[in-house]
């Protein structure tokens, strides 16, 4: 079967927790095991809640969010895997009697426990300066593999001696010079116990071998073909690293960019681009927040994903920003300008409509706060988003109540619907 030229994205457009997960399940569910969930940016910090009709419920991290509807996941050599939180996805998805396909490029860099632990002591330690991390080693493991002598990808894996030496050179030399560097020098002896435990460098090299049995290490050339490609973007538009504001972001490009790098490598020629957001606004974790809010702005918010947590704190709430919005989208936008072979249609999803009840919809346009009915503040926020306001309008309402629209005509690659999902804590 040749490959198929068109592909689905879904970018987050805010500071993530928009609903990408849910949207890429709607779309998923339409093309069923035919699709194949491309990871593109982030790692296990990612938590895209999904709610199938029927009540089953997974925050997926590694795995894609197509999963219940049978696609396979491929992660990219722009995600990073991290054994350790893939084996519990892995467990917590055999609980619901799910096996999911993962394939992972040989090019992935690998989280190892001691990123772990030099994100988690470091966050810890900065106390009101915090810069909003999940605590997962993320970018430390980006930083990491700038070393070549302790760079580790999933390629380097399978052998163990390898692997071996690499920890241990992680442990013993880059670690303590990591928290130096970090001006917390003092914090390698008080974990030293921890860090140069020999029961975590043993653990992990069994986790790697069980993390090897459950995934096929592949490239794309071999995994994607006669798939329908569905790209699952992590965290939002306001936390790419050039982009977001420094240093409360995530070290990955959140957008278009790593999209149009494996669009032209795979020979893709055009991309149906979806961007998400919620009615309102959300971030979890420090950074700015324009308009923040006390609490919650509708009395029907529930979001039972993002709970508190030790580095990042309480989810918190603003009004929508359409200003901030068009800013974001513009900018993704104008990275496809530069790739005039490609063709890109952009379309919008706003999610959690449901929690706003009753009760007119708020936000903020010009400096100004404004309110309007649902269906009136759709139209301004996809005109601010620049897809037109007289555009088509797809309300989807689910027998749970819950409610999102999407603009644009019908997507590609054989999607005919969209089947509803429930939007509450959707990330």
């Known amino acids: 079967m040749g490959q198929n030229l068109t592909a689905q994205v879904v970018i987050g457009a805010q500071f993530g927790d928009e609903g990408k997960g849910r949207m890429t399940a709607a779309y998923a569910a339409a093309v069923g095991s035919d699709g194949i969930v491309v990871r593109f940016n982030g790692g296990a910090q990612a938590g895209h809640t999904v709610v199938t009709p029927e009540g089953r419920?997974?925050?997926?991290?590694?795995?894609?969010?197509?999963?219940?509807?049978?696609?396979?996941?491929?992660?990219?050599?722009?995600?990073?895997?991290?054994?350790?939180?893939?084996?519990k996805e892995w467990e917590a998805l055999a609980t619901q009697g799910v096996r999911p396909t993962v394939y992972v490029d040989p090019d992935s860099p690998v989280t190892t426990p001691y990123d772990m632990m030099i994100n988690q002591i470091v966050e810890q330690a900065r106390g009101a300066r915090r810069h909003g991390s999940c605590g997962v080693g993320f970018g430390e493991t980006l930083e990491r593999n700038l070393t070549p002598a302790c760079a580790l990808t999933v390629g380097d894996l399978a052998d163990t001696a390898t692997l071996t030496l690499r920890l241990e050179a992680i442990r013993r030399c880059y670690a303590p010079g990591r928290l130096a560097q970090l001006g917390f020098g003092a914090a390698y002896a008080q974990n030293r116990t921890l860090l140069q435990s020999d029961a975590i460098l043993e653990?992990?090299?069994?986790?790697?071998?069980?993390?090897?049995?459950?995934?096929?290490?592949?490239?794309?050339?071999?995994?994607?073909?006669?798939?329908?490609?569905?790209?699952?973007?992590?965290?939002?538009?306001?936390?790419?690293?050039e982009r977001g504001c420094f240093p409360h972001v995530t070290r990955s490009h959140t957008g278009l960019r790593n999209v149009l790098f494996l669009a032209d490598e795979?020979?893709?020629?055009?991309?149906?681009?979806?961007?998400?957001?919620?009615?309102?606004?959300?971030?979890?974790?420090?950074?700015?927040?324009?308009?923040?809010?006390?609490?919650?702005?509708?009395?029907?918010?529930?979001?039972p994903?993002?709970?508190?947590?030790?580095?990042?704190?309480?989810?918190?709430?603003?009004?929508?920003?359409?200003?901030?919005?068009q800013q974001a989208i513009a900018a993704d936008r104008a990275d496809a300008a530069r790739s005039p072979a490609l063709t890109v249609h952009p379309r919008l999803a706003i999610t959690c409509l449901d929690q706003i009840g009753a009760e007119k919809m708020r936000y903020y346009q010009g400096g100004?706060?404004?309110?309007?009915?649902?269906?009136?503040?759709?139209?301004?926020?996809?005109?601010?988003?620049?897809m037109g306001s007289g555009g088509q309008w797809n309300i989807n309402a689910g027998s749970d109540g819950s409610r999102y629209g999407e603009t644009g005509p019908v997507p590609a690659c054989g999607i005919s619907g969209l089947v509803d999902r429930k939007a509450s804590g959707a990330a």
């Open 57 to 87: 419920r997974h925050v997926f991290s590694h795995v894609g969010s197509g999963t219940f509807a049978g696609a396979a996941t491929f992660l990219s050599r722009f995600f990073v895997s991290n054994p350790l939180l893939f084996l």
């Open 305 to 325: 994903t993002n709970r508190p947590n030790p580095y990042q704190g309480s989810l918190r709430f603003a009004w929508l920003d359409l200003d901030l919005l």
């Open 203 to 241: 653990h992990f090299i069994a986790d790697a071998r069980r993390f090897l049995d459950r995934v096929t290490v592949m490239g794309a050339k071999v995994a994607i073909p006669g798939r329908c490609l569905l790209f699952e973007g992590a965290q939002g538009l306001l936390l790419d690293q």
């Open 266 to 303: 795979w020979g893709l020629k055009r991309l149906e681009v979806t961007y998400v957001t919620r009615a309102y606004l959300t971030r979890h974790g420090a950074g700015p927040l324009p308009h923040e809010l006390p609490g919650k702005p509708y009395p029907g918010v529930d979001d």
């Open 368 to 386: 100004r706060r404004r309110q309007a009915t649902i269906e009136s503040g759709m139209a301004a926020v996809a005109a601010a988003a620049g």
